[in-house]
């Protein structure tokens, strides 16, 4: 069995460094591991709590490494690697709690030699899906793929060509993490599992996210996480962005969704036609919002089945419900037609202040948007690259796209 050390870069947020021990050593009991935390220069309790916990926990299979100062995310799991005695590596961020079960079917993965990186599935806090897989759009963004799906979506078992994986929970060899050079250290704490990712795929390796594999991930806790964001994605397109291609369609297809874009180039991915008349007969006869909500369970993406549980709710006079679920359907569909609701029922609530800020977020939306041209001019390129990568699919989204808004 191969030894796995879990590799933890932490900054202060001693409450979950040590929430994040505690459950591994729940859940980690009789396996071949080793754990290291690596401070990097935290201010808090952690440099005087980290040891004393993390020796009672593991004992001789725990060790603690202090830097002098924040060094960031890449140099501090570079410094934890070299101090690792294992055959694989698992960077971890400081803010997961894993789940019973959780290394088993992460290290079996790597009985595939093909096989560079792997990690769980990440879910929010509230059980719904934060990460499986990193993932392309047509017009330069990136994203979690199925992001707020539930975390049992039959989707998410579904193995695919990944191009990216998030560090947060990312094992590897450590021959292919040296062959690599690590993570590289000009980034400045975010794109550096990309990076590391097209490092990996660059050797010829595969990347896999494993879903029996579990961990509760509170995401981006640090603060000042996205400080440096342009800055790294800039490097990053320096470095690798020849061999970035858009991938989200590809999946969405596969799955039997569809992806949509507006006049602004925002998307968001949509049931087939068919399915969506097939669910819209469930709306034409009685149907009790249980098995409603078990509806939007199975079918997340199912919008008319989000507004009519909505509307529902607000003719019961129930607007604090209304309202919550008007939130989750806004993480799936940051749509006009869903912003309407949530204004109304904002609104009739009488919440002045969270009106206010909603508004505001609306205004900064509008502020951002750039004019006509400039959007047909990135269809356009997204267009000459689809077709150099003879991407058939994508080619045609974006003809539709330039025959419904190109004229605008």
Known sequence: MMRVSVIIPAWNLWDMTAACLRSLAEHSVGEHI???????????????????????????????????????????????????????????????????????????????????AAGPLLLYPDGSVQHCGICFGPFGHVEHLYEFFPSDHPALCRERPLQAITGAALMTRRCHFDSCGGFYTAYIN????????????????????????????????????????????????QRWGQHVYPDLHLFAHADGFFMESDAQLHTWLCLSEQRRCALKTFLEKPLDLDRLRALLHQEPLWLDGWLELIGRKEKEGNLQQAMCLCEECIRLFDLPVVRKQMLRLLRMSGRQQALACYL?????????????????????????????????????????????????
């Open 34 to 116: 080793e754990v290291l935390v690596v401070d990097n220069g935290s201010e808090d309790a952690t440099a005087t709590e980290l040891e004393p916990l993390g020796h009672s926990l593991f004992g001789t299979a725990f060790k603690a490494l202090h830097l002098p100062h924040n060094m960031g995310f890449a140099r501090a799991c570079n410094a934890g690697a070299t101090a690792a005695a294992g055959e694989l590596l698992f960077f971890l961020n400081n803010d997961t709690v894993c789940t019973a079960g959780w290394l088993t079917p992460l290290r079996a993965a790597f009985a595939d030699a093909s096989v560079g």
């Open 190 to 237: 975010g794109w550096e599992d990309l990076d590391f990712c097209f490092s990996l795929r660059n050797l010829g390796l595969l990347l896999r996210v494993v879903p029996h594999s579990q961990f509760y991930h509170h995401t981006s806790c640090t603060p000042g996480r996205f400080v440096h964001e342009s800055a790294n994605s800039r490097l990053f397109l």
């Open 360 to 408: 505001q977020d609306l205004r900064n939306v509008e502020e951002r948007q750039d004019d006509a041209f400039r959007y047909k001019t990135r269809v356009k390129a997204a267009l000459k690259k689809a077709e150099t990568r003879e991407d058939k699919l994508l080619g045609e989204m974006l003809q539709g796209w330039l025959q419904r808004y190109g004229s605008l």
